[in-house]
């Protein structure tokens, strides 16, 4: 059955540095999708994308946000200068229909 | 942001007897919405999804109704398996504009055997 992949699992930087959040959405799904789930609270809408470019953000996607789809498969976030607060559970979906899709996520800690 | 809540923070039911999760929402502009299962340190599991033209849906040990009047809806997991332990969301969306989920804050549930 096909699945959302990412990677790394983990990862843990500095503050102030950069970080890149990969993902291989479901390979004919057209929609994709990053949120996020800081420990103890909800899971929460990052940003959408479709065809090429971004159909919607939450506030919490600022300037040090971006994404990308480099290629055909992959989907990336980008966290330009980390800070203490975006230590969290990062999850990329993806969809065809009506439903998303959730990869296991990325672990990010920033000390 | 408390347009999907999930008001009962965890649930503790026997082995095949049935579960009953429930969640309400505010916003009338949501049209679908889905349940997710979740266990530590991995991803939301889709388990199920009912669009606002339905009331009831089904898929094995899963059914979904929703009431749209009193923006509610519940899962029934019936028989409930100790397999099902783990956290449930309830999600919803609008698919008519962007198509973000809105999270509840989860149940847990524990099915003891």
């Known amino acids: 059955e096909p699945e959302v992949t990412q990677t790394p699992s983990h990862q843990v930087t500095q503050m102030g540095q950069e970080v890149i959040l990969r993902c291989v959405p479901i390979s004919n799904h057209l929609y994709f999708y990053w949120y996020r789930q800081i420990l103890g609270q909800k899971v929460e809408f990052l940003v959408s994308?479709?065809?090429?470019?971004?159909?919607?953000k939450s506030e919490i996607f600022d300037d040090q946000f971006s994404v990308e789809r480099p290629d055909g498969s992959n989907f990336t976030l980008k966290i330009r200068s980390t800070k203490l607060e975006d230590s969290a559970m990062y999850f990329c979906a993806s969809r065809a229909e009506g439903t998303q899709y959730f990869g296991p996520g990325t672990r990010l800690l920033v000390l | 942001d408390q347009q999907v809540k999930q008001n009962s923070p965890s649930l503790s039911v026997q082995e095949g007897r049935i579960s009953i999760l429930n969640c309400d929402y505010t916003n009338s502009m949501f049209d679908y919405f889905l349940w997710y299962k979740k266990y530590p340190a991995e991803g939301p599991t889709f388990l199920i999804s009912?669009?606002?033209?339905?009331d009831k849906n089904e898929d094995g040990r899963f059914t979904v109704f929703l009431n749209k009047s009193a923006k509610h809806l519940s899962l029934h997991i019936v028989p409930s398996q100790p397999g099902d332990s783990a956290v449930y969301f309830c999600a919803a969306t609008d698919m008519e504009y962007g198509n973000k989920l809105v999270f509840g804050a989860g149940t847990i549930l524990r099915v003891k055997s």
């Open positions: 009912i669009s606002s033209i339905k």
């Open positions: 994308f479709y065809n090429n470019e971004i159909s919607e």
